[in-house]
């Protein structure tokens, strides 16, 4: 069975750092480029982050040097650490794979004085 479970939002002040965690469960994990995307309050769902099997990433240019995707098959998690943290980044974060469809419920993160 297919399911992926995001944690580690929150609330933070701009120029803070939250880490989120997305658990995976099922084969697929170890087999696939995972990523993340963000979706805000009126706007469309983008791309945030994503990473290849073989470790390569991708990042947003309004995140790059920001924010540092990385996963660890054997445990079959996938994380997003996010640093300097500016109130546009508020948003739903999703963790999941394209190549299936296959995304998580969501973590709401705020950042906001």
């Known amino acids: 069975q297919v399911q992926l479970v995001e944690s580690g939002g929150g609330l933070v002040q701009p120029g803070g750092s939250l880490r989120l965690s997305c658990a995976a469960s099922?084969?697929?994990?170890?087999?696939?480029?995972m990523g993340w995307d963000r979706q805000a309050p009126g706007k469309q769902r983008e791309l945030v982050a994503y990473?290849?099997?073989?470790?390569?990433?991708n990042y947003a240019a309004s995140v790059k040097g920001r924010f540092t995707i990385s996963r660890d098959n054997a445990k079959k998690m996938l994380y997003l650490q996010m640093n300097s943290l500016k109130p546009e980044d508020t948003a739903v974060y999703y963790c999941g794979t394209r190549a299936q469809n296959y995304w998580g419920q969501g973590t709401q993160v705020t950042v906001s004085s």
């Open positions: 099922g084969s697929f994990f170890s087999y696939n480029t």
């Open positions: 990473i290849t099997t073989g470790g390569t990433t």
